[in-house]
């Protein structure tokens, strides 16, 4: 059985088919007869990028991400407090509300990160359900703090 083979294809053939009467006898003391009835492909290259563990690298960089946005936070946090003392709150309740708006953002944040860096594991409601409560009790209380 020939095949006639394009000339972009000049290389490749496909082995002849093997058929196996399903009735034969599974052929368990000749090495060489089982060889003889498997196709021979090539083995698959191996990629060490696809293996790579790459899990402590992406937690230390999203612990770095996290700590850099924790510090614009607490400058938005002091800004947020400055604000509202120019419009005539309490500076302690002022304060407080910016330290809630900084929770808020905080907890935002950390789920944010958590599920860039490993969003199999860290998006479950185990860990995302107190994130959200958290920071949704945190902006409630940054609105009701901030009230003359």
Do not use: C
């Amino acid at each position: 059985m020939a095949q006639d083979t394009p000339k972009d294809n000049a290389g490749f053939t496909l082995p002849a088919p093997v058929s196996v009467p399903a009735s034969a006898p599974p052929a368990t003391d000749a090495p060489a007869a089982s060889a003889a009835a498997t196709t021979t492909e090539p083995a698959p290259a191996f990629d060490a990028a696809a293996t790579t563990d790459t899990s402590s690298r992406d937690t230390l960089v999203g612990g770095v991400v996290l700590l850099l946005l924790f510090i614009a936070f607490f400058f938005a946090k002091n800004a947020y407090a400055n604000g509202l003392v120019a419009k005539r709150v309490p500076p302690n309740k002022a304060n407080a509300s910016g330290w809630w708006l900084f929770i808020f953002l905080a907890s935002l944040a950390t789920g944010v990160v958590l599920a860039a860096v490993n969003a199999h594991k860290f998006l479950a409601p185990l860990f995302m359900g107190p994130l959200v409560l958290v920071g949704l009790v945190a902006l409630l209380l940054t609105f009701t703090s901030s009230r003359r």
